[in-house]
């Protein structure tokens, strides 16, 4: 791409459960992350497309599209592939929000590719995709407790004492999508990687 050609479009994906008996779950913090940007766009999911509820508009001069997969967790590369290819995005321009058990409650991290770390929903991307070289934000949602299956502890809601540091971690979400969107990968992980300030 040479200085001048303008930058292409995003893909943000967050990841997510349909259905209203998933909306508050830790597995959805995607979703909620996706919700929270639209509405700061002024963007409703009104579109069906490729399995996934969609809108888009712009952000920082460039066309942004958000999508939300209404298959299930693990079958999630059955509607971002077809995204991928339908919008022409190229893979450093697609962001997939999760969550992810293994980071402190609250905190983020951001990383331009890598593994799923037993994530369901970006191995199914993965397998879909055929690589694994795209931007993700996870988002901490901590350790079940004592002996609690992992898969439980996910499709559980927020207690009324965390809700409060999963707010603060959507407001700083949406400040590292910003970011990633205007200055690149870099930029965001250098600035939110880390436990919340």
């Known amino acids: 791409m040479s200085l001048s050609s303008a930058p292409g479009p995003l893909l943000v994906v967050g990841l997510g459960n349909p259905g209203k008996d998933y909306r508050h779950h830790r597995h959805n913090v995607g979703f909620m992350l996706a919700d929270r940007l639209a509405a700061e766009l002024g963007l409703r999911f009104t579109r069906h497309q490729s399995k996934a509820l969609v809108t888009s508009g712009s952000l920082f001069g460039r066309k942004l599209i958000l999508a939300k997969p209404q298959t299930f967790m693990n079958l999630a590369g059955q509607s971002v592939a077809p995204l991928v290819r339908f919008y022409r995005i190229a893979l450093t321009d697609l962001l997939v929000i999760c969550d992810d058990l293994d980071l402190p409650q609250g905190a983020l991290r951001l990383r331009p590719e890598g593994g799923s770390a037993g994530h369901k929903g970006l191995r199914s991307i993965f397998e879909a995709l055929g690589s694994q070289d795209f931007p993700r ?31 603060a971690a959507l407001d700083r979400g949406l400040e590292a999508i910003r970011l990633f969107a205007s200055e690149g990968i870099q930029a965001a992980m250098t600035r939110f990687n880390g436990p919340p300030d």
Do not use: C, Y
Not at 139 to 163: C, K, N, T
């Open 137 to 167: 934000l996870r988002i901490g949602i901590g350790r079940p407790p004592g002996s609690m299956d992992p898969a439980d502890f996910v499709l559980q809601s927020f207690s009324q004492e965390e809700w409060p540091v999963f707010v």
